[in-house]
């Protein structure tokens, strides 16, 4: 049988590049190599597209970029084309691709940029299309979507940069505290604050404007935040649902990614009931943000049991311990098949 060419996206323009190399790296080891011809397209911090024929230790060490391994490419939205277009000792050369995993976490690749480039280029692509990507990058956007659809959102205050501090701090002011200041299109709790008072909200809205020109101010949702790994296009199935244990705190950049004092429960600590309800819900905004392929839906359980949305990522941290695929292994999908069903859904799909 002919290998199918997947070429990964890696890296990205995007605070969350060191996240990507990560997922990226766990994604090559464990993809099916019989089924699958891979080709890496390297992303730079600075936005510099390489094509790396190299080693995956240079990726984990972040020296891919400096190797005689990577040359200058970049996809072509050429539709004739469909591929890849790499200079190599100053010969052009064109690759064909058959489909495109982005495993590119935050702005500039999970946000609908890269995916608007794909829909051009006509190649299928892993994950959301570009409407339902920039729609859930955008934490304003997201919660008045499933706010218009049912769902609780927490209260929240939506501010530009040219918004008047006084008169932004003062529409605060029925939200109480700890109160959460965010960049509206971030990820990895890059640019958050929880902001225990006044002063600490000036900086955390001066923190969260360095990150976006939009920025959310949320009020505490009481109790613990959970997640649900959805699959699919139309017909979705869903993870066991996870809990995040927080000892302090928030489950900041720092606890996300060593687990120092927080803690993951995978099944999540709860009744079956209440675990339904939440998968349940976790289908309906999928369905409600026209997600396909794949993503993980993070909400918060209330002390009295109410389910609130928080924000669904289109391309979840993807290493073999993050929460999305150990949510899938829970209910019996083994890693390297999540990889194999997200591709066949990607073709099946079409661009
Ligand atoms: N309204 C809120 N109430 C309670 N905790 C929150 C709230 N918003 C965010 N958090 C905490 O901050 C973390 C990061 O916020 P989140 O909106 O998920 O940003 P990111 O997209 O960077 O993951 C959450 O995982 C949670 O611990
Ligand atoms: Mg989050």
């Not at 209330?302 to 929460?323: A, L, M, W």
């Not at 292994?329 to 990607?346: M, N, P, Q, R």
Request: include cysteine; aromatic fraction near 8%; proline fraction near 3%.
């Amino acid at each position: 049988m002919k290998k199918i060419t997947v070429a990964i996206l890696f890296g990205g323009c995007s605070s969350e590049y060191e996240v990507s190399l990560k997922s990226m790296s766990s994604v090559l080891e464990n993809i099916d190599q019989d089924k699958y011809h891979v080709i890496l397209i390297g992303i730079t911090r600075e936005g510099r597209w390489l094509r790396y024929d190299g080693s995956i230790d240079r990726i984990l060490d972040n020296s891919w970029h400096q190797s005689d391994d990577s040359v200058p490419a970049f996809l072509s939205p050429c539709r004739q084309m469909q591929g890849i277009v790499a200079l190599n000792n100053g010969t052009i050369t064109t690759t064909k691709i058959d489909v495109v995993f982005p495993v590119l976490h935050g702005k500039n690749g999970e946000d609908g940029t890269v995916q608007g480039l794909l829909e051009l280029a006509g190649i299928p692509f892993v994950g959301c299309h570009t409407l339902s990507s920039a729609i859930c990058m955008d934490k304003d956007f997201a919660h008045i979507l499933a706010n218009s659809s049912g769902i609780k959102t927490p209260r929240s205050v939506t501010a530009f940069k040219n918004t008047n501090l006084d008169t932004l701090i003062s529409a605060t002011k029925t939200l109480g505290f700890p109160l959460y200041v965010k960049p509206a299109k971030e990820g990895s709790s890059n640019g958050i604050t929880k902001a225990q008072n006044t002063a600490e909200l000036i900086l955390g809205i001066e923190k969260a404007f360095s990150h976006d020109n939009k920025v959310v101010i949320e009020e505490n949702i009481p109790g613990f935040e959970v997640g649900c790994a959805v699959l699919g296009n139309s017909d979705v199935i869903v993870g066991e649902v996870d809990e995040i244990e927080l000892l302090h705190g928030f489950f900041n950049y720092e606890e996300k990614y060593s687990l120092t004092t927080a803690l993951i429960h995978v099944p999540a600590r709860i009744e079956k009931e209440v675990a339904e309800k939440i998968k349940e819900t976790a289908i309906h905004l999928y369905q409600v943000f026209g997600c396909r392929g794949f993503a993980r839906v993070d909400m918060f359980i209330t002390p009295n049991g109410d389910v609130v949305f928080n924000e669904v990522n289109t391309i979840p941290g993807f290493t073999t311990k993050s929460r999305y695929p150990s949510m899938l292994s829970s209910a019996g999908l083994s890693y390297t098949e999540v990889i194999d069903k997200l591709i066949s859904l990607a073709m099946e799909e079409g661009y």
